[in-house]
């Protein structure tokens, strides 16, 4: 009889409190794409909340010369007096994107790497650069637009990814390589959903630091790549270590503007599902009671 009434309120408590140690779900699940890139999924946090990290789109996906419509209102408020251009054909070569995998906890060694390499027709002319626009529901800082440029707050008076100095060190580089580009973005699993996107531009640019003289600074853009990945809430799972997670954050590797979530929506039993609970396990110890007694 007692034995039958400790398990009774045992198996109460732990279904309606939420406590509760399953299955392993920190094991990492990979998918791998036509590029080879991976996908671990379901990552878990100390609070016992399961998540999904996907890359989205898996692989990285074309897009066409020239900044969207949105894009393009967007720069152009954002740097007065600069001209920007969209290219009627896309650069010549190829981007090769090198690293595309989700990162748990910044524990991969590489961030996300593209490295353009120009074919027999050459590079643009001009100084080439990066123009990266993000949009995200968990943008670096709050109230930024959707989207922005990368980064925020900006590093210089550019418009460009990449500092002055910073392009210096990507440009050149060894294997025909004309300008690489890194990044390595992430956000707390806590902030869940995520969604986080970003459209990657190559563009050539005249050298002109700022409008006001002679000649106005002007950037051609051409094709690119578009990246990211999302964060969704899967409910309850076994506690786990990792914290964040996204590609392997903008530019200064962040995690976002903080929510006000504990925890996602789908991890918290609602009060009628408890109740449910509780009527339940009322009923079996009362059948426990009643067998006791006949007993």
């Not at 051409?222 to 999302?230: A, E």
Request: with cysteine; glycine share 12%.
């Amino acid at each position: 009889m007692r034995y039958w009434v400790r398990r009774s309120l045992a198996i109460f408590l732990v279904l309606s409190t939420g406590i509760f140690v399953g299955p392993a779900y920190a094991t990492l699940v990979v998918d791998a794409d036509v590029n080879g890139h991976d996908t671990p999924l379901n990552p878990s946090n100390a609070a016992g909340t399961l998540y999904r990290v996907s890359i989205v789109p898996l692989p990285a996906s074309h897009i066409g010369a020239g900044l969207a419509p949105g894009e393009l209102t967007r720069i152009r408020a954002d740097f007065p007096g600069w001209t920007f251009v969209n290219s009627a054909t896309d650069a010549n070569g190829n981007f090769n994107v090198v690293h595309y995998d989700v990162d748990l906890d910044k524990s991969r060694p590489n961030p996300f790497l593209v490295n353009y390499v120009p074919g027999a027709g050459g590079a643009p002319a001009g100084t080439l650069q990066w123009i990266q626009f993000i949009d995200t529901n968990r943008p670096r800082i709050a109230g930024l637009p959707r989207p922005y440029v990368d980064p925020q707050p900006n590093d210089d008076t550019l418009p460009f990814y990449w500092t002055e100095a910073e392009r210096i060190a990507a440009t050149g580089l060894a294997g025909g390589i004309a300008l690489q580009f890194r990044d390595r973005p992430a956000r707390n699993l806590m902030l869940s959903p995520v969604e986080w996107q970003a459209d990657l531009y190559l563009v050539s640019w005249n050298g002109v630091m700022a409008p006001g003289g002679p000649v106005a600074p002007s950037v051609t853009v051409y094709d690119g790549l578009r990246w990211g990945f999302t964060i969704s809430c899967l409910g309850m799972g076994r506690p786990g270590t990792n914290v964040r997670a996204g590609v392997g954050g903008d530019k200064f590797e962040d995690d976002g503007v903080q929510g006000d979530e504990g925890v996602c929506a789908e991890a918290v039993a609602q009060p009628s599902s408890l109740m449910l609970l509780g009527l339940s396990m009322l009923g079996l110890f009362a059948c426990g009671l009643r067998r006791s007694q006949n007993n």
